[in-house]
């Protein structure tokens, strides 16, 4: 009974790394879903992007202090720890700026308010571009 065992251990990797690849696919898709369910489905609030903005600069500090602390530990187990998190707080960023992605301009605000009280807007697309002008005239003095 010979076995190959380098051709095992390669076939191992490949499976390892192919699970890994599906985990963060998920971990992606759970991420975004549960930031939707929060958000509501509604991204337009000026409170949401100052919230977020400051979310942005407290993962940041994160990042650089587990850098910062990463050059000092000598386990090897601690720094994959260590980078463990680190990918984890780059991927909630990736998906948290893919998700908030959002023009700055009033009329955008005014249309989504709009959207947000009126159902049947969607399903009458003649009637949309009507109404989307109309409380921006009324909100902008």
């Known amino acids: 009974m010979d076995y190959n065992y380098d051709k095992l251990l390669q076939q191992l990797e490949q499976e390892i790394d192919q699970i890994r690849l599906n985990f963060k696919q998920d ?5 975004v879903r549960e930031i ?7 991204y337009g609030s000026l409170e949401l ?5 400051e979310a942005h600069a407290k993962m940041n500090a994160v990042v650089a202090a587990l850098k910062r602390v990463r050059e000092f530990v000598r386990s090897q187990f601690v720094r994959l720890q260590i980078e463990q998190l680190q990918e984890n707080v780059t991927l909630l960023q990736k998906v948290f700026n893919e998700r908030m992605e959002l023009p ?3 009329e955008f605000f005014n249309e989504m308010l709009s959207d947000a009280g009126n159902p049947e807007r969607s399903t009458n697309p003649s009637t949309s571009s009507r109404e989307s002008t109309e409380p921006s005239k009324t909100t902008s003095k």
């Not at 971990?27 to 991420?31: G, M, S, V």
């Not at 939707?36 to 509604?42: E, M, P, S, V």
């Open 27 to 31: 971990e992606k898709q759970i991420l």
């Open 36 to 42: 939707d369910k929060q958000l509501g489905g509604f």
């Open 104 to 106: 700055d301009s009033d």
């Open 49 to 53: 992007r100052d919230g977020l903005k």
